[in-house]
T-cell receptor, first 111, second 113 residues
Framework: LAKTTQPISMDSYEGQEVNITCSHN???????ITWYQQFPSQGPRFIIQ???TKVTNEVASLFIPADRKSSTLSLPRVSLSDTAVYYC????????????FGQGTELSVKP | NAGVTQTPKFRILKIGQSMTLQCTQD?????MYWYRQDPGMGLKLIYY???????DKGEVPNGYNVSRSTTEDFPLRLELAAPSQTSVYFC????????????FGSGTRLTVV
């Protein structure tokens, strides 16, 4: 199974861009990379998903290099409400698309 | 559109009791999942299902059972509850292959005493 490694915690200030990098050295050819956000006492919320190069939506961008061994989630101009745990995950294509969660990155945004 | 609905939201069980955690989704998703989350930890996959009548074990299936008789429902059964099963349980669903955005329920907080 493709294991992911990401920083345990990060600090930022309001209005800054935050980049969280994740490594997934054992990713398989058909697997996808996805990121989730979780607030305390809530279920995780889907942020973004990609296979390679760059994906952008209304809340984030995801950068994936050609070798796909890492990915970077970019959150533009964070606010206090972006304080949460962010999970980098590899979607295992041939096993029902199941997600195996790691520890996640606890992002703290300060005023 | 309710999404993924879990009941109950809270429950206290005594050691050795049994219960069923209910999960239902109204998005016609084929894939459904059960996770547990212990304090300060990431989620661990208990069981998953790729369609009605099909279930498979995840990382931590011991002490749990599931069934999937309909597309909408995916109940999780705890038999002989133990303190180690004290956790928050999340149910999730997704369309499946090619569309992996999971929708999670709001969770069931279970305490076994």
């Amino acid at each position: 199974l493709a294991k992911t490694t990401q920083p345990i915690s990060m600090d930022s200030y309001e209005g800054q861009e935050v980049n969280i990098t994740c490594s997934h050295n054992n990713i398989a050819t058909n697997d996808y990379i996805t990121w989730y956000q979780q607030f305390p006492s809530q279920g995780p919320r889907f942020i973004i998903q990609g296979y390679k190069t760059k994906v952008t939506n209304e809340v984030a961008s995801l950068f994936i290099p050609a070798d796909r061994k890492s990915s970077t989630l970019s959150l533009p101009r964070v606010s206090l409400s972006d304080t949460a745990v962010y999970y980098c995950l590899v979607v295992i294509y041939n096993q029902g698309g199941k997600l195996i969660f790691g520890q996640g990155t606890e992002l703290s945004v300060k005023p | 559109n309710a999404g993924v609905t879990q009941t109950p939201k809270f429950r206290i069980l005594k050691i050795g009791q049994s219960m069923t955690l209910q999960c239902t989704q109204d998005m016609n998703h084929n894939y459904m999942y059960w996770y547990r989350q212990d304090p300060g930890m990431g989620l661990k996959l208990i069981y998953y299902s790729v369609g009605a009548g099909i279930t498979d074990k995840g990382e931590v299936p011991n002490g749990y059972n599931v069934s999937r008789s309909t597309t909408e429902d995916f109940p999780l059964r705890l038999e002989l509850a133990a303190p180690s099963q004290t956790s928050v349980y999340f149910c999730a669903s997704s369309r499946g292959q090619g569309d992996y955005g999971y929708t999670f329920g709001s969770g069931t907080r279970l305490t076994v005493v």
